[in-house]
């Protein structure tokens, strides 16, 4: 049996991509967060009576809420290489098909 000869066929030939302009939606806004700082100065008022002297002592307990916070910040860089056309050889000038 007689092999049978199938011709190569050519590599497909691909056109460049199109390339729209960007389309944008309208932004979208979430609700402001609302934040209240409060400054408190203490200030001790000492009483002093002539005939008498009350000391209290009075034990305050301070409850100290913590609440870290970090921040971060990436730097990203895209590059993109094109090539539009080949480069000119001199040695092998271009042959008409």
């Given at each position: ?6 011709p190569?066929?050519?590599?497909p ?19 402001g ?6 400054n408190i100065?203490n200030?001790?008022v000492?009483?002093l ?5 009350t ?8 409850h100290q809420?913590y609440f ?8 990203e860089?895209c590059?993109t290489h094109?090539?539009c ?10 042959r008409?098909f």
């Amino acid at each position: 049996m007689q092999a049978q000869y199938f011709p190569l066929q050519g590599c497909p030939q691909y056109c460049p991509p199109q390339v729209f302009p960007a389309q944008y939606d309208p932004p979208l806004v979430s609700p402001g967060q609302q934040y209240v700082k409060t400054n408190i100065f203490n200030k001790v008022v000492t009483h002093l009576h002539p005939s008498h002297t009350t000391t209290v002592n009075k034990q305050m307990i301070n409850h100290q809420h913590y609440f870290p916070h970090t921040e971060s910040c990436v730097n990203e860089c895209c590059e993109t290489h094109t090539m539009c056309g080949v480069p000119y050889n001199p040695c092998c000038p271009p042959r008409p098909f």
